[in-house]
T-cell receptor
Framework: GAGVSQSPRYKVAKRGQDVALRCDPI?????LFWYQQALGQGPEFLTY????????KSGLPSDRFFAERPEGSVSTLKIQRTQQEDSAVYLC????????????FGPGTRLTVT | DAKTTQPTSMDCAEGRAANLPCNHS???????VYWYRQIHSQGPQYIIH???NNETNEMASLIITEDRKSSTLILPHATLRDTAVYYC????????????FGSGTKLNVKP
């Protein structure tokens, strides 16, 4: 079956531009996570949704980062006024529910800010 | 805020067992040990998890010490396709399994 998909796979933005990254989770999965992975580092938690509710946004690095999941399925991570330090791979993961041990990850979106 | 400690890198000969250690001395009673791996340019992939008993599946075995302060992931017959970064994570469902990945161990399987 279809896994988690993310688009675009690659995004180049000029500093100061706004970007929107999309995540399509596995159908029926309640939980959705966003992670940021800098080059050579492990993924770092950004935010968590249970259905449409954003239950934890403690990992968002600044108020320029905003995530939504309005209908409890597709999610969008938006970064306003991008900075060079935002360059990273943004990973989305979904799981069946909050107690699930397995998170299914998408391939990520590589964002490069020039 | 990673709660685990892993070696930065390890080498393993193809066909031999790969034993990847992890220290999690501050693990709490309701936290599970999870192992994920990330092959270059892909998202992380679940391998195995356990609470206190040893676990085995088609991919690997997980050995957890009796005091639960450390664990070892065993890949019984490593292949070149097992070359990846392996992450040991401790987490609880009471925090909806918010994972702290740390830096992981880069396993290099050599022919």
């Amino acid at each position: 079956g279809a896994g988690v998909s993310q688009s675009p796979r690659y995004k180049v933005a000029k500093r100061g531009q706004d970007v929107a990254l999309r995540c399509d989770p596995i159908s029926g999965h309640v939980s959705l996570f966003w992670y940021q992975q800098a080059l050579g580092q492990g993924p770092e938690f950004l935010t968590y949704f249970q259905n449409e509710a954003q239950l934890d946004k403690s990992g968002l690095p600044s108020d320029r980062f905003f995530a939504e999941r309005p209908e409890g399925s597709v999610s969008t991570l938006k970064i306003q006024r991008t900075q060079q330090e935002d360059s990273a791979v943004y990973l989305c993961a979904s799981s069946l529910d909050r107690a699930s041990y397995e998170q299914y990850f998408g391939p990520g979106t590589r964002l490069t800010v020039t | 805020d990673a709660k685990t400690t892993q070696p930065t890198s390890m080498d393993c000969a193809e066909g031999r067992a790969a034993n990847l250690p992890c220290n999690h001395s501050t693990i709490s009673g309701n936290e599970y040990v999870y192992w994920y791996r990330q092959i270059h340019s892909q998202g992380p992939q679940y391998i195995i998890h356990g609470l206190k008993n040893n676990e085995t599946n088609e991919m690997a075995s997980l050995i957890i010490t009796e005091d639960r302060k450390s664990s070892t992931l065993i890949l019984p017959h490593a292949t070149l396709r097992d070359t990846a970064v392996y992450y040991c994570i401790v987490s609880t469902v009471y925090n909806f399994n918010k994972f702290y990945f740390g830096s992981g161990t880069k396993l290099n399987v050599k022919p």
